[in-house]
């Protein structure tokens, strides 16, 4: 399940990757799109500033200008509307970017810890099975020697036993600090 759940976090790095790369074209595209709402604005602004600074128009053209200021307070106040809209939208993309980024580290996290778990986990097993081994050996080794060769024989494997021992006592350690730190980090996320 090692296996399963380092694909599982290869997926979701992947996955969250995409989502950014996505948010982040969409939080572009507003405000390219909000931009080009301000220059359209201003360029209408600007022609019927000039129309209206030009010398003495006949009064059609008066009433031209009165129909195109009218026009242009509606697109202004739709400009307005869109851009705020737009603006809106961008914002809470943005917000929401921030959120998936904290979810999508947070995820990670515990995918990292489910396969520390699972490190752990094979470790003691092969610890256990190691145990087991050693007990086997030591029930070998009781029985009485017959002459001084059973008796050192005997000996050399009573110190290979002592040393197989002590390697239990330091993986055992090794494997308390391990699982303390998982819970630590656990506590901590």
């Known amino acids: 399940s090692t ?3 380092e694909t599982w976090l ?30 359209s604005e201003n360029s209408e602004n600007s022609a019927i500033n000039s129309i209206e600074n030009s010398s003495n128009l006949p009064d059609p053209n008066n009433m031209t200008l009165n129909w195109l200021k009218q026009q242009n307070t509606l697109k202004s106040d739709s400009f307005l509307t869109h851009k705020q809209r737009i603006q809106s939208l961008v914002e809470y993309l943005n917000d929401r970017e921030k959120e998936l980024h904290d979810l999508a580290i947070k995820q990670q996290r515990k995918l990292g810890q489910t396969l520390q778990i699972n490190q752990l986990e094979t470790e003691c097993q092969q610890l256990l099975t190691y145990i087991a081994n050693v007990e086997m050996t030591l029930f070998s080794l009781l029985k009485f020697a017959r002459n001084l060769d059973e008796a050192e024989q005997i000996k050399k494997e009573h110190e290979m036993f002592k040393s197989n021992l002590e390697r239990i006592s330091i993986s055992v350690s090794m494997l308390q600090s391990k699982a303390q730190r998982i819970l630590y980090d656990k506590v901590i996320i």
Request: aromatic share 6%.
């Open 3 to 5: 296996e399963m759940t």
């Open 10 to 39: 290869h997926n979701q790095i992947q996955t969250a990757n995409q989502m950014q790369v996505h948010i982040f074209e969409l939080l572009q595209r507003g405000s390219d799109l909000v931009q080009y709402l301000e220059k």
